[in-house]
């Protein structure tokens, strides 16, 4: 029976959660040491050993250029995107270019593409089930944001490969919240899902229908996460600091990264008991070898002005969410708040004003995502629900607009955005050339009409068909995106009804030859046995 | 799963091109929002390919995979008002069975309708729009006869223009109303 468990995982940007539902309500697993979510931090010791999680996140300070951190901010995303430039200039380890615009992360001498370094997250994720229920288990579902375009999302199901996991489903952040929270409820009502995590922030609104759950938007932000609050109290404790001491922490990694703790912490104590005491003993020595402490004081007020703008942006989303869907705030009977972040009474209250409803507060916002995906993972491997029916039904959208692009840099739609999903669409080509013996096209997904403005997916080329005239040629190139929202595309002929031949020239993604080798070298990659809390590994 | 389902599923899959979308949702043609929604969830319990995920056999879940894609193609068509008109007077027409599903051809069709309806709210010449735009002005100001001009003018640059005539009309009746009044005009 043991292969007959999938694990939900929210693989999140900053802490990671695992859950299973196996005959009965979903239940998140706790590690040995009753650690219920874990950081998604990989720490490459000198040793060759390899330790995640929390463990890890020690590390950050101690082990700064060896420690990999917010991978998920990397993962699917070309090395000339701005995300990435943003992530050079704060990450303390390397982040390189790799063959056909990817990003490599440098560790150790090592280069190992996004999805390898998530791929050991999802690991410990395994160990953490397998630990717990005494059996392995190698089918999951994970989660990812519901703005996941689908070089993500590939490269996410790629870090499940990688992992030695069956990735059943990739399902939506927000949506197995949804679920999460309807399951079994048999209530009908239109909720809607605010998901700030740690560096995406998704809204969907759906309507729930005793047991079916459509999302009828989404929208969302990948640049938006709690992160940037921390953000905005380094950059204020780092300014203070030089206007007191002339000395400017962001120079060093070692202490930005202190002080990116100092932040994080902060930001937590802020929203818990109103007030935030910082205090860094020896962040710094000064040119005079003097040993220099940070020490400030953070009030509500003070911290609620440096991110309210961050905060309003957050309600931009939700009314492009609202709009698409053709409803008002008022039209939403339930708020779920997701992810660490809400749990900020600033965020909390502008959420209460915006909807003038009080949200939710018997959803765990850390966990909720993690549970759905369990519920969801013990549906698609229940053999009985083809026979007797399925306890729930996700009818998800794709989040982007799907587009190919034509000439002068302009693009054409092809799918729009929140269309439900699996969907297939046709459409027909010619060639321009007498003789052409090959076409090929560029697939984008975005909201703006010129490519730039877009994310490129992929560029295909089609061959194999007959050669002819110019024009004589119609090749009909179906675009697919399935149920975890990934693109397929398939060309044929259209007077021989013949197959084309299609390869993929430029992706951001692993090949397959590339991914039999990270699924080879991440087999031998040991992951640390885990320490018990309080012990540093170095 | 029992073999009447999997009979039922192999025929639809086989007569999945000769159906309209009407079809494809089992409704009755020109059902209205509310019984596409009804129908949507009815057709997604029942075809939903996570339901199937289990099924060992291959072809039957690609089978499902391709119903169903149908069903969420039915349903985006259905759903929106402008395509559900357009597909309506499509299936209807003479040429119904090429008109089955709603392809590019017929999604450029309704958003040029919709620019065509907006440019012909304010005109499509630039000065046939600016006479409009000014008749509409004097409409307002109840200036009947400088409004008659100003459409007029409108009218010499766009003869076919429904709407401009229609104005016309309007003000021309206008101005019979004020004139009825005193019946001493120059013949």
């Known amino acids: 029976m043991s292969s007959d468990i999938a694990l939900g995982i929210d693989l999140g940007t900053s802490y990671s959660c695992v859950a299973v539902a196996s005959g009965g309500p979903p239940q998140v697993i706790p590690n040995e040491w009753g650690e219920r979510t874990h950081a998604s931090v990989v720490s490459f010791l000198e040793d060759g050993h390899v330790l995640v999680g929390n463990d890890a996140k020690k590390n950050i300070i101690t082990n700064a250029e060896n420690t990999v951190y917010s991978a998920k901010r990397l993962i699917g995303r070309f090395y000339f995107s701005d995300e990435v430039k943003k992530a050079q200039a704060v990450m303390p380890y390397g982040i390189v270019e790799g063959p056909n615009n990817a990003v490599r992360i440098k560790v150790r001498e090592k280069v190992m593409a996004v999805p390898e370094i998530s791929a050991l997250v999802l690991k410990e994720m395994k160990a953490v089930a397998e630990t717990h229920l005494g059996h392995p288990v190698t089918k999951a579902v994970v989660t990812c944001p519901a703005y996941f375009n689908d070089n993500q999302r590939q490269a996410t199901k790629d870090a499940g490969r990688i992992a030695g996991l069956e990735v059943l489903r990739i399902i939506n952040e927000p949506t197995a919240a949804a679920l999460a929270y309807g399951f079994g409820k048999d209530i009908s009502q239109k909720i809607c899902v605010y998901d700030l995590g740690g560096g995406t922030f998704d809204v969907s609104i759906l309507e729930i229908g005793k047991d079916v759950f459509e999302v009828l938007s989404t929208a969302g932000d990948t640049y938006l996460g709690g992160d940037d609050f921390d953000d905005r109290i380094m950059a204020w404790l780092a300014e203070d600091f030089l206007k007191k001491h002339g000395l400017d922490l962001r120079q060093n990694k070692y202490c930005l990264q202190m002080l990116k703790e100092a932040g994080e912490r902060a930001k937590i104590e802020v929203g818990r008991d109103g007030v935030a005491e910082i205090m860094v003993p020896g962040i710094c020595q000064s040119p005079e070898g003097q040993v220099i402490d940070l020490t400030q004081r953070l009030g509500a007020d003070q911290f609620n002005k440096m991110v309210m703008d961050l905060v309003q942006r957050t309600f931009k989303v939700c009314d492009e969410a609202l709009q698409s869907a053709r409803l008002t705030a008022a039209d939403v009977d339930a708020v779920i708040l997701v992810g660490g972040p809400t749990r900020l009474p600033i965020v909390r209250n502008s959420v209460r004003h915006y909807f003038q409803k009080e949200p939710l507060t018997d959803v765990d916002p850390d966990e909720v995502v993690a549970l759905g995906a369990a519920i969801q993972g013990a549906a698609l491997l229940n053999r009985s629900a083809a026979e007797y029916g399925q306890a729930s039904y996700l009818l998800d959208v794709t989040p982007l607009t799907l587009r190919v692009g034509t000439v002068g840099g302009f693009s054409e739609r092809i799918i729009d955005k929140n269309t439900p999903i699996p969907i297939e669409k046709s459409k027909t080509f010619t060639t321009s050339r007498d003789g052409q013996d090959r076409v090929k096209i560029r697939v984008y997904q975005g909201e703006d009409s010129k490519v730039e403005g877009c994310e490129l997916l992929g560029e295909f080329e089609f061959t194999g068909f007959r050669v002819s005239y110019r024009g004589e040629v119609q090749i009909q190139v179906t675009f697919e995106i399935d149920s975890n929202g990934i693109v397929n595309v398939s060309a044929t002929d259209l007077e021989t009804g013949q197959r084309t031949s299609s390869t993929i020239s430029l992706s951001s993604g692993l090949s397959e030859q590339d991914l039999k080798k990270a699924v080879d070298d991440n087999a031998g990659m040991e992951l640390s046995s885990r320490q018990p809390p309080g012990v540093v590994g170095r | ?187």
């Open chain 2, 1 to 187: 799963m029992d073999a009447q389902f999997l009979i039922e599923v192999e025929t639809l899959a086989t007569v999945l091109d000769q159906l309209d979308y009407y079809g494809v949702l089992k409704l009755a043609p020109g059902a209205g929002v509310a019984d596409v929604k009804a129908a949507y969830y009815r057709e997604s319990r029942l075809y939903h390919p996570d339901r199937y995920a289990a099924v060992d056999n291959a072809a039957v879940r690609d089978m499902i995979g391709r119903v169903y894609r149908r069903i969420n193609e039915a349903y985006t068509v259905l759903r929106d008002d402008q395509k559900r008109v357009r597909y309506q007077a499509d299936v209807t027409g003479p040429d119904r069975l090429k008109k089955l599903r709603f392809t590019e051809a017929e999604e450029s069709a309704v958003q040029a309708d919709q620019k065509r309806k907006l440019e012909e709210q304010m005109g499509q010449t630039p000065n046939g729009r600016k006479f409009y735009a000014s008749a509409l002005i004097e409409i307002n100001a109840q200036r009947w006869e400088a409004a008659e001009r100003a459409l007029k003018g409108a009218l010499m640059y766009e003869a076919g223009n429904a709407r401009f005539k229609e104005a016309l009309e309007m003000v021309r009746a206008e101005l019979e109303k004020t004139r009825a009044k005193g019946d001493y005009r120059i013949k």
